[in-house]
């Protein structure tokens, strides 16, 4: 079993369409939570990045970490075409140690 | 939000020859810096991690004296591929994380595309 589970999809949605991307983790350790978004030939992009449980907003984007449940979430609101990416969850136990990567979920937002 | 280059973006080179590739932070200073590759369609997969000053650490199973990485000062961390082969051809990405207590993000490069004919 990996230490981080995320649906690779393909994930494909009408435009303005409400997105929620997961992943779910076993090491109880992680304390800190990304999420990156890497465009086709791109370096991944930092999008959210939350410490330990609760909720975080950034305009039409919110992460939700539930520590008790082991499970992250990223919501893309009034999902737009350029929102088309491949999504990256990260996360670590902290004090400099290596980030741990989801195998990240591809989004197509269709007109 | 925090800036990182990577030059250069794209090279191609003959088997046999080697290849350097920088990354930078430029508006901050990095303490750790990464090397990651990336195959089509699958995650990123680290190489190792070097700190500014001393020897990088290397992921299991990454030859240290085939991908060589210097981190000589907080703003820059090189990777040399020597003797490149055809399976060396990937997309290489760089990130950076600078220091101080909770700082855990990881900034990337825009990566470096590598293909070994």
């Known amino acids: 079993q990996k230490e981080v589970e995320q649906d690779p999809g393909p994930l494909s949605v009408p435009e303005g369409a409400i997105v929620s991307l997961n992943c779910t983790y076993s090491?109880?350790?992680?304390?800190?939570f990304m999420w990156y978004r890497q465009y086709s030939r791109k370096g991944p992009e930092l999008l959210m990045y939350?410490?330990?449980?609760g909720n975080k907003e950034d305009g039409r984007f919110t992460a939700q970490v539930d520590k008790s449940s082991k499970y992250i979430s990223l919501f893309i609101r009034d999902s737009q075409p350029s929102d088309s990416a491949t999504y990256l969850c990260?996360?670590?136990?902290?004090?400099?140690?290596?980030?741990?990567f989801g195998t990240g979920t591809q989004l197509k937002v269709e007109l | 939000g925090a800036v990182v280059s990577q030059h250069p973006s794209r090279v191609i080179c003959k088997s046999g020859t080697s290849v350097k590739i920088e990354c930078r932070s430029l508006?901050?200073?990095?303490?750790?810096m990464f090397w990651y590759r990336q195959f089509p369609k699958q995650s990123l997969m680290l190489m190792a991690t070097?700190?500014?000053?001393?020897?990088?650490?290397?992921e299991q199973g990454v030859e240290k004296d085939k991908f060589l990485i210097n981190h000589a000062s907080l703003t820059l961390s090189t990777l040399t591929v020597t003797s490149a082969h055809p399976e060396d051809s990937s997309f290489y990405i760089c990130?950076?994380?600078?220091?101080?207590?909770?700082?855990?993000?990881?900034?990337f490069g825009p990566g470096t595309r590598l293909l070994v004919l």
């Open positions: 070097s700190n500014e000053g001393s020897k990088a650490t290397y």
């Open positions: 990260a996360m670590t136990p902290g004090g400099g140690n290596k980030l741990t």
């Open positions: 508006d901050f200073q990095a303490t750790t």
């Open positions: 990130s950076a994380r600078g220091g101080g207590v909770g700082q855990e993000t990881q900034y």
């Open positions: 939350t410490y330990s449980s």
């Open positions: 090491n109880s350790a992680f304390q800190y």
